[in-house]
């Protein structure tokens, strides 16, 4: 599959996730989070927020976990998880 092909389905994905059946819970959210920032920025960047920042600490955190993953293997897993809460 061509980059172009993969950007693509990244783009209707992150279009498709706006609008899913029902509200993912918090951990789905958090690795959609994830590899959405790994998929379009890379590793991790700044600073961890501070201890009072409990959803940006949460967000942080579940996008280092990707350290060091592809850019196109985000992508690919992002693709995966927006297509399984949509139940295709």
């Known amino acids: 599959m061509s980059n172009n092909d993969l ?9 498709d996730a706006l609008s899913l059946p029902s509200r993912p819970d918090n951990d789905t959210l958090l690795k959609l989070y994830a ?3 790994q998929a379009t920025v890379g590793d991790v960047q700044g600073k961890r927020p501070g201890f009072t920042d409990f959803a940006g600490r949460a967000k942080y955190d579940a996008w280092k976990k990707l350290k060091g993953m592809p850019q196109e293997m985000a992508m690919e897993r992002y693709i995966k998880l927006v297509e399984r809460l949509k139940g295709l």
């Open 7 to 15: 950007q693509t389905r990244f783009e209707q994905a992150a279009k």
């Open 35 to 37: 590899y959405y920032k």
